[in-house]
């Protein structure tokens, strides 16, 4: 399966963007979807995840202000992220893994290319 996310961008703190993660060559099917992220010298890091059955988790720092949902007819997987601060900053990736909700990276076996998000104060 191959990856694309997008709608990363430039806000500022307090504001919202929606990220997507379109996959091509296979539907999701039911395989969970996961979102990461990494900021300039820090490890990546744990965002949110949803299986095929809509149960969603999500890292203790977003809890609250971001919901990632998915639509399986568009393969299309979206992080809403709200009330976004400037330690939110970071690329952001999205991936695919096993079955059931995961949150370790060596639990995901297909990567997308990352797109950066930056909120400024």
């Known amino acids: 399966v191959q990856l694309q996310a997008s709608g990363g961008g430039l806000v500022q703190a307090g504001g919202s963007l929606r990220l997507a993660c379109a996959a091509s060559?296979?539907?999701?099917?039911?395989?969970?979807v996961g979102w990461f992220r990494q900021a300039p010298g820090k490890e990546r890091e744990f965002v949110a995840a949803?299986?095929?059955?809509?149960?969603?988790y999500y890292g203790p720092s977003v809890k609250g202000r971001f919901t990632t949902s998915r639509d399986d007819a568009k393969n299309t997987v979206y992080l809403q992220m709200n009330s976004l601060k400037p330690e939110d900053t970071a690329v952001y990736y999205c991936?695919?893994?096993?079955?059931?909700?995961?949150?370790?990276?060596?639990?995901?076996?297909?990567w997308g290319q990352g797109t950066q998000v930056t909120v400024s104060s």
């Open positions: 949803i299986d095929w059955e809509l149960d969603t």
């Open positions: 991936a695919v893994g096993g079955i059931g909700l995961a949150i370790h990276r060596d639990e995901y076996d297909y």
């Open positions: 060559r296979r539907p999701f099917g039911r395989n969970v």
